[in-house]
């Protein structure tokens, strides 16, 4: 599988566009242009520690629970639920085990001052930038959700993600979430790959 960076690399620090386009052309040199760009945008993310995503990533996520941070272990205990909201039944408590002791929480929490639910669903951060999010063979407004903490995606629209979704669909007809996992390339990035590059034999010096 071929080495997955971004199609605009900023090489005007090195070529002109007409130079750019003839090498792209060329039998010779676009597959060099091709390796130069791909190393040097390899290179930007491992320098970074991978906190530069070089293309985006599609995931087919399952909505996440509701719990404080190192949880040890979560069961609804009592309560019918008189309503649901997201994940997190209205009404009903669920343990945990925080520094040693037992609480029990009541929907999400999202501070020490507020016992709410929300719908959120954890991805494989960080979160750079999201592409797309399609549910159901249609893309979400971006309206409709937003990042928190880096790596929660969380509905902001008064709907729900869905609990489970059938993998069987495309990703496109399901539940799926395209993004970049580390910082979008951007003005600054694309031209350190285009000043880092290197091509062999290239068209000046």
């Excluded at 399952?62 to 309560?79: D, E, F, V």
Aim: proline content about 8%.
């Amino acid at each position: 599988m071929p080495y997955c960076y971004p199609p605009d690399t900023d090489w005007s620090c090195r070529f002109t566009e007409d130079e750019l386009e003839n090498a792209r052309d060329d039998e010779r040199l676009g597959p060099l242009l091709e390796k130069a760009e791909a190393f040097a945008w390899s290179t930007l993310a491992a320098l970074t520690a991978y906190r530069i995503g070089t293309c985006p990533v599609t995931v087919r996520p399952c909505a996440a629970g509701c719990l404080p941070p190192g949880t040890w272990a979560a069961a609804p205990a009592s309560g019918s639920g008189l309503s649901s909201i997201g994940l997190v039944p209205i009404g009903q408590f669920r343990p945990y085990i925080s520094g040693g002791a037992w609480h029990n929480a009541c929907g999400c929490r999202r501070d020490d001052c507020s016992c709410t639910s929300l719908s959120e669903v954890i991805l494989p951060g960080p979160v750079g930038r999201i592409v797309k999010v399609m549910l159901d063979g249609a893309e979400l407004p971006r309206s409709a959700y937003r990042v928190d903490n880096g790596n929660r995606l969380v509905r902001r629209d008064g709907e729900v993600w869905p609990a489970c979704q059938d993998m069987t669909l495309s990703d496109d007809e399901g539940f799926s979430v395209t993004y970049y996992r580390g910082a979008a390339p951007d003005l600054m990035t694309r031209a350190a790959a285009g000043a880092g590059g290197r091509v062999p034999g290239g068209l000046r010096g």
